[in-house]
C-alpha cells in the first residue's frame, strides 16, 4: 500500500559541491522569477512578476466561487465574487518577494525552489479590505491567528494539505492586507490566485494566500505545516526555529548594458552611464541606497526616488563613468527602521529571507 511517506521526502541541505537536481529544475521550471531588465518598470507586468505554486493551480470558477468569514466570530458570513466587489475598493501598489529569494547563493544550498535573485515583482492589487469585513463578522475576544486557506491541495514533506497560512490577528486587523480580486487593472490571472487572493503589504510571498476560499478565526496559534514546519528560520533541523514574516530590506541592480547569452555577465562601453535599480522592505520606508562599483571597496550614496506606496519598491539611481576592465556592482538598501543588507550570508536551513548583497560583474570593453 502506498502512504504519502513513500512519495514525499524530507526536507534536505545539498551535499557539498551538489549541483542543481532535476526535481529543483522541475520546480525552477514551473516557478518563474522575473528577469531583472523589469526592473525598468514600476508596475511589473503581470506576465513578468515571479510565480511560487506548491501544488497545482486550482481550476475555480469564478461565478461560482465562495469565501467562508467563520471560527471564532460572533457571525460567519458567506460571500460571493459579486458581494466582495459591491464593498469597498482600494487599489494598492505591494512588493511581493517569496521569502526563498535568494536561495542558491547559500552554501550549502537548502534543496528547494532554486531562487537566484529573481523571485520579486511590483504590482498593483485592487480588493476590498479585509479588516472591516472581519470586524462585521465580529472577531470574538482571546481571538490569536486568522486562518487563511487557498482552493489547492497537495502533499508537502509526507503531510497531505490543502495551502493554509495563519497569521496574527493584530496583523490580519490592520487596514493593509486586502482581499484582491484584480492585478495591474485586470482579473487576477489563474497563476495568481484567480478569483480571489490575500495581499498582506510589508510580509514575504507565502502569507499571501492564493485561490482563497475560507477565513477561520482561531482562539490559539495555527499549528499547521505552513507555519509550524516550513517558513521557520532554523540552523538544525530538530529546533522550533522563528518565524519568517517581514521582507528584509534589499536592493537590486537592474543589469547595466548587455548580456553574454551563457554566463549573464554584463557587458558595457566605456563612458558615462546610469546605473540603476529598486530597493523595499517590509518593516519600513527605503531610506537609503549606497551602490559599490569596487567590489565593497568603497560606497557611495545613490539618489533614492520618494514614493508615497509605502509597501511598493523605490526606485535609485546611481550615475557611473567607466573605463575598460572587470567591475563587481552592488547596491544595498538601508530602511526606516535601521535594517540594512549582510555582505556575507546568513545561513539557515530553508534559505529564507536571505537579504545577502547581491554581486553583479560587469566588464567595460576597450572602446
Ligand atoms: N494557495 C496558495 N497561496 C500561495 C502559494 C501557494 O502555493 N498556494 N504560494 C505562496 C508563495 S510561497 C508565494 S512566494 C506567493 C507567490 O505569489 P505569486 O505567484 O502571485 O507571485 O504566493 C503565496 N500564496
Ligand atoms: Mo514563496
Known amino acids: 500500500m502506498t502512504t504519502v511517506d513513500d512519495l514525499s521526502g524530507p526536507a534536505r541541505v545539498a551535499e557539498a559541491g551538489e549541483g542543481i537536481t532535476a526535481e529543483e529544475l522541475r520546480l525552477a521550471a514551473r ?9 525598468r518598470y514600476d508596475v511589473t507586468p503581470a506576465g513578468l512578476h515571479y510565480l511560487l505554486i506548491h501544488y497545482d493551480i ?4 469564478a461565478a461560482s466561487h465562495t469565501l467562508t468569514v467563520d471560527g471564532h466570530v460572533d457571525t460567519p458570513l458567506h460571500l460571493d465574487l459579486a458581494a466582495l466587489r459591491a464593498r469597498p475598493r482600494v487599489t494598492r501598489r505591494v512588493t511581493l518577494e517569496c521569502a526563498g529569494n535568494g536561495r542558491t547563493l547559500l552554501e550549502p544550498r537548502p534543496v528547494s525552489q532554486p531562487w537566484v535573485l529573481e523571485a520579486v515583482g511590483n504590482a498593483e492589487w485592487t480588493g476590498t479590505p479585509l479588516a472591516p469585513l472581519l470586524r462585521e463578522a465580529g472577531v470574538g475576544d482571546g481571538a490569536v491567528d486568522v486562518l487563511f ?43 495568481h490566485g484567480a478569483p480571489l487572493r490575500l495581499i498582506v503589504p510589508g510580509w514575504y510571498g507565502m502569507a499571501h494566500v492564493k485561490w482563497l476560499r475560507g477565513i477561520t478565526v482561531l ?16 540552523q538544525e533541523a530538530g529546533e522550533p526555529g522563528v518565524p519568517v514574516t517581514r521582507i528584509e530590506p534589499r536592493a537590486l541592480v537592474r543589469p547595466p548594458g548587455f548580456p553574454d547569452f551563457m554566463s549573464r555577465a554584463r557587458v558595457l562601453r566605456p563612458g558615462p ?7 523595499w522592505s517590509g518593516h519600513a520606508p ?29 526606485r535609485w539611481e546611481y550615475p557611473w563613468t567607466t573605463e575598460p576592465g572587470r ?41
Open 31 to 39: 516557478n518563474h522569477g522575473m528577469p531583472l531588465e523589469a526592473l
Open 58 to 61: 486550482p481550476d475555480l470558477d
Open 149 to 191: 486557506t487557498g482552493a489547492d491541495h497537495g502533499i508537502e514533506r509526507g503531510v497531505e494539505q490543502d495551502y493554509q497560512r495563519g497569521l496574527p490577528v493584530a496583523e490580519a486587523l490592520r487596514e493593509e492586507p486586502l482581499l484582491a480580486y484584480e492585478m495591474n487593472g485586470a482579473p487576477l490571472l489563474p497563476q
Open 219 to 234: 482562539d490559539r496559534a495555527f499549528e499547521g505545516y505552513q507555519n509550524a514546519v516550513a517558513y521557520r528560520l532554523r
Open 273 to 279: 552611464c546610469v546605473l540603476d535599480g529598486r530597493a
Open 286 to 314: 527605503i531610506t537609503r541606497v549606497e551602490v559599490t562599483t569596487d567590489g565593497g571597496d568603497t560606497w557611495a550614496d545613490a539618489t533614492v526616488v520618494r514614493s508615497d506606496d509605502e509597501w511598493a519598491w523605490r
Open 327 to 367: 567591475y563587481t556592482v552592488s547596491a544595498r538598501a538601508t530602511d526606516a527602521s535601521g535594517r540594512t543588507q549582510p555582505v556575507r550570508p546568513q545561513w539557515n536551513r530553508g534559505g529564507f529571507a536571505n537579504n545577502l548583497v547581491q554581486r553583479v560583474d560587469v566588464a567595460v570593453l576597450a572602446g
